[in-house]
């Protein structure tokens, strides 16, 4: 649990301010009680001559600056619990002492349980993170929690507020606002819908159960299902600096891929010998296929590093990540071939928009669409998909064939359309 500290500035302690041991009374002499009790060992604490107890202005003062760090003491009533976000001391009660304290833990212990496989969805739709909890040994009566879910810090991205909840009352943060809620359909359940799932929505989440001051908490990992792909600028190779990776990956319907999606990616067959930009800010390849301009065939196949890299001054391709798709890509049938201008008002006449090539990648990868036509895509490039390899069309294997980017005002390719269910 982690605790917040307040500074208190008090008055500078001068010389005449300083202790006077011969004042300080034994311990059995004090007859005040309460309050009067704790100034008695501040008065007896200062020079002699300083007005005596109760009713000067400067025992007010002095009385006023003790109250200060006293307030600041653990277990004062009163105070704020600090665990994210403030709640009253009292949230289980009202009164502190009818046995829904902390005291009634002591024994008992709060477990919390999340699923230990990571959770595979796709990009808008909803899922649920599972997190029950319980106490061992059970309780007779049931308790008023408190629930916090929050997403954790990766790749450098800052810890973000998902929902916190105390009994029906609860409230979201930033992008999730309207879109998560508690379903708390069962005792002791308190798992989350996020609906209308977004790429960056990926990642781990943190379920924390908060009962007094004791808390337990479980992790949730959500994996969005998705395809990584390798970028290019249109200006060749190892034009874009870390930023320019992140925007041109936007454009395509993507995000950065992180190390773990290009990890599992080459597990499935992906090799590349570019260089890429990744979200982490580092920059890797995968290779299957050891071979001299990747490295020499001597090194044995996996994912190349080159480590960090500044982000704004050195340039490489980019490693975008495209979840599977809720609309349909297809090859638009057209009497004639196309410019990229005539190809996006094709498109539209047809009630669709150009894809961009994250959907063309989805859609090879999640679709099964395979068409040995190029096309044109959004960013002006030019691909066909290949899920089956036949004579004609390319490599023997599976992929996104690349044309790169052609004069736009060339009338040699069809068109690629996306319309959203």
Not at 17 to 26: L, N
Not at 149 to 158: I, R, T, V
Not at 161 to 176: C, K, N, P, Q, T
Not at 287 to 298: A, N
């Amino acid at each position: 649990m982690r605790k917040r500290h307040r500074e208190v500035n008090l008055p500078e302690v001068t010389q005449q301010d300083a202790v006077c041991p011969a004042s300080i009374p034994s311990p059995g002499l004090s007859a005040q009680t309460g309050l009067q009790k704790i100034w008695g060992a501040v008065h007896c604490q200062v020079c002699p001559g300083a007005p005596a107890w109760p009713g000067s202005p400067w025992h007010e003062e002095m009385g006023l600056l003790l109250l200060v760090p006293l307030l600041l003491l653990p277990g004062s009533y009163g105070l704020p619990f600090y665990n994210g976000f403030y709640y009253s001391n009292s949230a289980n009660d009202q009164n502190p002492g009818n046995g829904h304290g902390k005291d009634l833990l002591n024994g008992v212990k709060l477990v919390v349980e999340t699923p230990e496989e990571t959770l595979f969805t796709y990009q808008g739709a909803s899922v649920i993170l599972p997190c029950r909890y319980h106490y061992e040994p059970a309780l007779g009566s049931p308790r008023r929690v408190r629930i916090k879910w929050w997403k954790l810090s990766e790749n450098g991205a800052p810890e973000k507020d998902v929902l916190v909840a105390i009994g029906v009352r609860h409230r979201s943060f930033g992008d999730y606002q309207g879109r998560v809620h508690l379903r708390q359909e069962k005792e002791h359940d308190v798992s989350l819908e996020i609906q209308d799932l977004r790429l960056e929505d990926y990642g781990r989440y943190r379920c924390e159960v908060i009962d007094g001051l004791e808390d337990e908490s479980g992790l949730v990992e959500l994996e969005l299902r998705g395809v990584v792909f390798p970028y290019q600028s249109p200006n060749g190779r190892y034009q874009l600096n870390f930023h320019e990776g992140q925007q041109v990956c936007a454009e395509q319907g993507a995000v950065v891929a992180s190390f773990e999606q290009l990890f599992r990616a080459w597990e499935e067959g992906l090799d590349w010998c570019n260089a890429g930009w990744l979200q982490d800010a580092t920059v890797q390849y995968p290779i299957m296929l050891p071979r001299q301009p990747c490295g020499g065939p001597g090194l044995a196949p996996g994912v190349r590093s080159y480590g960090p890299r500044h982000r704004r001054r050195h340039r490489y391709d980019v490693f975008c990540f495209a979840t599977a798709l809720k609309g349909r890509v297809y090859y638009l049938e057209h009497p004639e071939k196309l410019t990229l201008t005539e190809a996006k008002e094709a498109c539209q006449e047809d009630d669709a928009t150009i894809a961009k090539v994250g959907q063309l990648f989805a859609a090879w990868k999640f679709h099964g669409l395979d068409r040995c036509d190029a096309g044109w895509l959004a960013d002006g490039s030019v691909r066909y998909p290949v899920v089956h390899p036949h004579p004609n069309c390319g490599p023997p294997e599976p992929g996104v064939r690349s044309f790169g980017f052609p004069d736009p005002q060339s009338h040699l390719y069809g068109v690629y359309c996306y319309r959203q269910h």
